[in-house]
C-alpha cells in the first residue's frame, strides 16, 4: 500500500467512529541494514545494548545514532533504521565509517 492508499482504507474502515489519521510517510527515510556485523555498526555510534542478549527480533527503539535521532526496528536476519531525510546522507556515512 501507498500512505495515501492506507489513509483512504483506514478512513473507509473507520467511518462513522471518531478518529484520526495522518500519513506520515514521508517523515522518516528506511534504511534497511543486513549481515552478521550490522549490529556492531551501529553500535559504533549507539549507546543502546544490542547484544543479542538484549537486543532480538521484534525489538524497536528510538535513539541517537552519531547525533541524529534514529529509530531501529530489528527484523530477524535485518535491521530497520528510520531517520529524517535531511541526517540520511550523514547516518549512512557514519554507518560507513563504523564498518571500516
Known sequence: HSGGDLVAELTSALEGEHHSIADASAN???IVLGG??????????CALDLHPRSWHDGMCAQTLFARAQVTLQER????????????????I????????
Open 76 to 91: 530477524g536476519d535485518t535491521t530497520r533504521v528510520l531517520v529524517r531525510p535531511s541526517f540520511a546522507r550523514y547516518t
Open 36 to 45: 552478521p556485523d550490522r549490529l556492531e555498526v551501529l553500535a559504533s555510534g
Open 28 to 30: 522518516r527515510v528506511s
Open 93 to 100: 556515512q557514519r554507518m560507513l565509517a563504523g564498518a571500516a
